[in-house]
């Protein structure tokens, strides 16, 4: 079949040799062949196996790729978090502002409400001594008259 062929292609190449150079060269034709064959065949063992690790290789950076896509939509979900948190955070801030800017007027306010809670407190003191005073005197002049 076609180690025969081989071996006929091999005779034909070396007409005008003598049958015993002919019959050397011939194997050694056909032994290179056979190697040739082997080494063919080797290769696309190689070459199939490359193709499998290259399909895997393939497969596992699709699944990098969807890892890193999910990595990103988390990040991005986290960065947005994070912004309406400092936002929510100085929206917070802002009342809690106001709120001690309102409890320091109430307190300024308490402050001179209760100075002038003291000072009608010594208003009335001073009222209520000029009554008595007045009284006693009142009860004087009737004594007297």
Do not use: P, Y
């Not at 399909?55 to 994070?82: D, F, M, P, W, Y």
């Not at 308490?110 to 009608?120: F, I, M, P, S, V």
């Not at 009554?131 to 005197?137: D, F, K, M, P, V």
């Amino acid at each position: 079949t076609m180690d025969r062929m081989a071996l006929q292609a091999a005779l034909e190449s070396v007409a005008g040799h003598s049958s015993r150079e002919k019959e050397e060269q011939a194997e050694l034709l056909l032994a290179a062949r056979e190697e040739m064959e082997q080494v063919l065949i080797r290769c696309r063992q190689v070459g199939r196996e490359n193709e499998l690790k290259a399909q895997q290789l393939h497969a596992q950076c699709e699944g990098l790729s969807q890892t890193v896509q999910r990595l990103h939509h988390t990040l991005a979900s986290k960065e947005q978090a994070l912004v309406q948190s400092a936002e929510a955070r100085d929206v917070l801030q802002r009342s809690v502002d106001a709120l001690q800017a309102e409890m320091h007027v109430a307190q300024r306010v308490h402050g001179e409400e209760l100075a002038e809670g003291r000072r009608d407190a010594e208003e009335l003191k001073i009222h209520r001594r000029r009554l008595e005073a007045l009284q006693a005197q009142e009860v004087e002049w009737r004594a007297e008259t």
